[in-house]
């Protein structure tokens, strides 16, 4: 079984908003089941992109279609109600991005106190978009924070020690976005899984937008032959699992 980790439901029935200029193309629930079900994808967090802001009309509808197994990460301004928190966390949501390369969520200088306060009240952790190469500037405060995940492997080669070093200090790596990175996947997952072999997180980062190579089910297979049977299982179902505080069943 798999667990997806990073993918996007874009639903052109509820607000978008253009970012660069981009509005994605649409990818409704409908769309994602067809592609995943086959990979033997159940389950897996739905992430708000830049170009979705602070709507949750698209979040809650699509936890609604696509069921169990399935959990939010959400983006909300820093003056939201922990009445409104609450909703959100009994519609499914589990974490809260801050989106640092496109934008569409709350600004940095909410990091640590939004981090504080959604990880104590509802046990939430915070997710990061953010080019790995900011990352050493970034370390003093990232480092103090809860519970932190990193998207897409981190993106830059360039960035990969302060990465490493934050993944030794118990931050998880999304292992998704395979085509938008700037280095070879396979070490680096390695050298991922050696720091901390509950550090990784699979996602398929369906439907890929703007990614210069969008997932393929071979991205599937790397892991496996990268980290054997037993990283693999770890990889694409146990961690996440474990970190989105769903049962291992």
Same mark, same amino acid.
């Given at each position: 079984?798999?667990?997806?980790?990073?993918?996007? %439901?874009?639903?052109?029935?509820?607000?978008? #908003?253009?970012?660069?200029?981009? &509005?994605?193309?649409?990818?409704?629930?409908?769309?994602?089941?067809?592609? !995943?079900?086959?990979?033997?994808?159940?389950?897996?967090?739905?992430?708000? /992109?830049?170009?979705?802001?602070?709507?949750?009309?698209?979040?809650?509808?699509?936890?609604?279609?696509?069921?169990?197994?399935?959990?939010?990460?959400?983006?909300?301004?820093?003056?939201?109600?922990?009445?409104?928190?609450?909703?959100?966390?009994?519609?499914?949501?589990?974490?809260?991005?801050?989106?640092?390369?496109?934008? =569409?969520?709350?600004?940095?200088?909410?990091?640590?106190?939004?981090?504080? +306060?959604?990880?104590?009240?509802? /046990?939430?952790?915070?997710?990061?978009? #953010?080019?790995?190469?900011?990352?050493?500037?970034?370390?003093?405060?990232? %480092?103090?924070?809860?519970?932190?995940? %990193?998207?897409? &492997?981190?993106?830059?080669?360039?960035?990969?020690?302060?990465? &490493?070093?934050?993944?030794?200090?118990? !931050?998880?790596?999304?292992?998704? =976005?395979?085509?938008? #990175?700037?280095?070879?996947?396979?070490?680096?997952?390695?050298?991922?899984? +050696?720091?901390?072999?509950?550090?990784?997180?699979?996602?398929?980062? &369906?439907?890929?937008?703007?990614?210069? +190579?969008?997932?393929?089910?071979?991205?599937?297979?790397?892991? =496996?032959?990268?980290?054997?049977? !037993?990283?693999?299982?770890?990889?694409?179902?146990?961690?996440?699992?474990?970190?989105? +505080?769903?049962?291992?069943?």
């Amino acid at each position: 079984m798999i667990f997806d980790a990073h993918l996007h %439901i874009i639903d052109p029935r509820f607000p978008l #908003v253009p970012n660069q200029g981009y &509005l994605p193309p649409a990818f409704d629930a409908h769309a994602y089941l067809a592609l !995943a079900r086959p990979l033997g994808i159940r389950g897996g967090a739905v992430v708000s /992109g830049s170009f979705q802001g602070f709507d949750q009309t698209y979040l809650v509808d699509a936890l609604a279609q696509l069921g169990e197994g399935y959990v939010g990460v959400t983006q909300v301004p820093a003056s939201i109600s922990d009445e409104a928190l609450a909703a959100l966390h009994a519609q499914g949501v589990r974490a809260l991005r801050f989106n640092l390369r496109r934008g =569409g969520s709350a600004p940095l200088d909410d990091l640590e106190q939004m981090a504080a +306060r959604v990880h104590e009240r509802f /046990g939430w952790h915070v997710e990061l978009y #953010v080019d790995s190469r900011d990352l050493e500037d970034l370390a003093s405060r990232l %480092i103090r924070l809860p519970a932190l995940s %990193i998207d897409h &492997l981190g993106l830059s080669g360039d960035g990969l020690p302060a990465l &490493l070093r934050l993944v030794e200090a118990g !931050a998880k790596v999304k292992a998704c =976005g395979f085509g938008r #990175v700037d280095f070879p996947v396979g070490p680096a997952l390695a050298q991922l899984y +050696r720091a901390n072999p509950e550090a990784l997180m699979f996602g398929t980062d &369906l439907p890929s937008t703007r990614a210069p +190579r969008a997932f393929q089910a071979a991205d599937l297979q790397l892991i =496996g032959d990268t980290l054997g049977d !037993a990283g693999a299982r770890a990889v694409l179902w146990e961690n996440a699992r474990r970190f989105y +505080r769903l049962s291992q069943a």
